[in-house]
């Protein structure tokens, strides 16, 4: 069984992210870069899936300028067999990501595709189901447990109300919530091999896919610094600022 697992480039989770001066954006000059940590769950639950001989390859792929083949050849250190990158400078949005995995799945032919159900830089959490239902296929969302059994896997979502297990019929997508596992880190031997595995690079016009953004930022700011607390003598002072400051009560 194939599976195609998606990786992101974003800023690594213990850098502290600032905009830009002028407010476009956020400002990523000379700011470490990481595979987004929901990605990471993803590659690695492939990778637990082919340890137990269930699947046979997996393809890593990513989305974005020449610098994102240093995620894939992460993905290929942590287990995954060959990468593929989409090359482009522009932006991409989620859609645009949903279409070039759609072209690259109808390419690709896999069993199963895993993706992060979020990345940390945006915080959409929509290629997963766009890409559902761009291809048609049946999709597990924020996987909490991944089991296959012959052609169907059975996946355990994190929902409101506690856990929902829905069963899907192969071909399928996954995406994967903070439980499912603990990544692995990649050993200095698997480093070094992985410079040596297949990396394919092609871009969206290859693909036939238009990338153009459908909504623009306006403007991006930092949140307001939150106010230091009080202490307070007692439960009728407390009340008192509830009432009177907060105006909660």
Wanted: aromatic fraction near 2%; charge should be negative.
């Amino acid at each position: 069984m194939k599976v195609l697992v998606a990786v992101k480039r974003v800023v690594d989770y213990n850098v502290k992210v600032r905009p830009k001066a002028d407010g476009s954006d956020v400002d990523i000059a000379n700011v470490k870069m990481s595979i987004n940590p929901f990605c990471e769950i993803a590659v690695e639950e492939a990778v637990r899936l082919k340890e137990k001989g269930v699947v046979s390859e997996i393809v890593a792929v990513s989305m974005g300028p020449k610098s994102c083949q240093e995620q894939i050849r992460t993905a290929l250190a942590l287990g995954a067999d060959r990468g593929i990158l989409v090359e482009t400078d522009a932006e991409l949005q989620p859609l645009a990501v949903a279409k070039c995995l759609k072209a690259i799945v109808e390419k690709e032919e896999p069993q199963m595709v895993i993706l992060g159900k979020q990345s940390i830089d945006g915080d959409n959490n929509q290629t997963g189901q766009m890409l559902g239902a761009l291809t048609g296929m049946g999709q597990g969302t924020f996987a909490s447990e991944v089991v296959v059994e012959g052609d169907a896997v059975r996946v355990t979502r994190e929902v409101d109300g506690g856990l929902q297990t829905v069963e899907l019929k192969l071909p399928a997508i996954v995406t994967t919530d903070l439980r499912l596992n603990e990544p692995r880190y990649a050993s200095l031997p698997n480093i070094m091999k992985a410079k040596k595995k297949p990396l394919d690079i092609t871009t969206p016009d290859t693909l036939g896919v238009d990338i153009a953004p459908r909504t623009k930022t306006l403007n991006v700011e930092p949140p307001a610094e939150r106010q230091a607390g009080v202490k307070v003598a007692d439960v009728a002072e407390l009340v008192e600022k509830l009432k009177n400051e907060a105006k909660v009560i």
